[in-house]
């Protein structure tokens, strides 16, 4: 069965860091686009993070530029997400997905979702 499947999630203290991994179970993260979401309690998910298949570009929200970096280990065809000086405000379940047609903050370009993993950043 095609999944994708997240880790690395927990809990942190403020200005701490966190590495989130997405992985593929069933199909392989190549020549696809993998965005990172994320959903606070009583909030919509919103985008954070997408990496670019086609040219190896990143593309970040405004609220995290700076502080998040997302990569990719091709070796393992797994995505990560590096968060840096992590806030309460961060605290969410993030998700990764894939998407065959482009990096966006719009769900319904992605076609494969993971279960999400828990982010907590309290002190």
């Known amino acids: 069965q095609a999944q994708l499947v997240e880790s690395g999630g927990g809990l942190v203290q403020p200005g701490g860091s966190l590495r989130v991994s997405c992985a593929a179970s069933?199909?392989?993260?190549?020549?696809?686009?993998v965005g990172w979401f994320r959903q606070a309690p009583g909030k919509e998910r919103e985008g954070v993070s997408c990496?670019?298949?086609?040219?190896?570009?990143?593309h970040y929200a405004d609220s995290v530029k700076g502080r998040f970096t997302i990569s990719r280990d091709n070796a393992k065809d797994t995505v990560y997400l590096q968060m840096n000086s992590l806030k309460p405000e961060d605290t969410a379940v993030y998700y990764c997905?894939?998407?065959?047609?482009?990096?966006?903050?719009?769900?319904?370009?992605?076609?494969?979702w993971g279960q999400g993993t828990q982010v907590t950043v309290s002190s």
């Open positions: 997905a894939a998407s065959p047609y482009g990096c966006g903050w719009y769900e319904s370009l992605y076609d494969y």
């Open positions: 069933g199909f392989t993260l190549d020549y696809l686009y």
């Open positions: 990496w670019s298949s086609s040219d190896g570009s990143t």
